[in-house]
C-alpha cells in the first residue's frame, strides 16, 4: 500500500535511505555519502514537512520511500530556474523488495499526485546507468549534465494532454 509518510515514519525511512547509502559506499560509489553524515531522521522529518513523502507499506512496515518535494540548495545548484519545479529526491526501495517493481509503483504514484502546472524534475550521478536508462520510461526527458550529475525534466505525451 502506498500512502503518505506521516513523522512516525521518519525512522523507518531514515533507515531505508542509510541503508542504501551504505550499500552504494560498499559498492564503491560515493552516492548518497552526504547521507552518511548527517541527520538523516532529521532530514526525512524535514522533507514531511515541507513536501509529500510517500511511503510504500506492507505488513505494517515501511519498506519503500519517495519524496516530492519543493526546491532547495541542492536543486538551486543544478537548475538555473529551480524555483518553477517539484523535485523528486530519495527513492529508496528496500532490498526485501527486489524485483517486485516497487520503485515504478511509487514514481507512477508521484507524477500521478504532483502538481500539473510545475514541471517536475530529478537528478542522478552521471554515471548511473541504470538511472539514466530508467528515468526516461516514466517519461523523464534528460537536459543537461552538471558537475557529474543528470538532470532530468518529465514531459507529458502531447497526445495524452490533448
Not at 79 to 103: C, M, N, P, T
Not at 140 to 154: A, I, K, L, P, R
Request: glycine share 4%.
Amino acid at each position: 500500500m502506498i500512502r503518505l509518510a506521516t513523522k512516525r515514519d521518519a525512522t523507518s525511512i531514515a533507515n531505508l535511505i542509510e541503508q542504501r547509502a551504505v550499500a552504494l559506499n560498499e559498492q564503491g560509489s560515493d552516492q548518497w555519502t552526504e547521507y552518511l553524515e548527517q541527520d538523516l531522521v532529521e532530514r526525512v522529518l524535514i522533507d514531511i514537512a515541507t513536501g509529500n513523502v510517500y511511503v510504500f507499506e506492507e505488513n505494517h512496515q515501511i519498506l519503500a520511500s519517495i519524496a516530492l518535494l519543493p526546491p532547495d540548495e541542492w536543486d538551486d545548484n543544478l537548475w538555473d530556474d529551480s524555483e518553477r519545479g517539484q523535485y523528486i529526491h530519495r527513492i529508496v526501495v528496500s532490498e526485501k523488495l527486489k524485483g517486485r517493481g516497487v520503485g515504478q509503483l511509487l514514481m507512477r504514484h508521484v507524477l500521478n499526485e504532483a502538481d500539473e502546472d510545475e514541471p517536475i524534475r530529478l537528478d542522478c550521478v552521471a554515471d548511473n546507468e541504470f538511472l539514466n536508462d530508467y528515468y526516461p520510461r516514466f517519461g523523464f526527458v534528460y537536459v543537461d549534465t552538471y558537475n557529474g550529475y543528470n538532470t532530468f525534466e518529465y514531459r507529458v505525451d502531447e497526445s495524452m494532454s490533448a
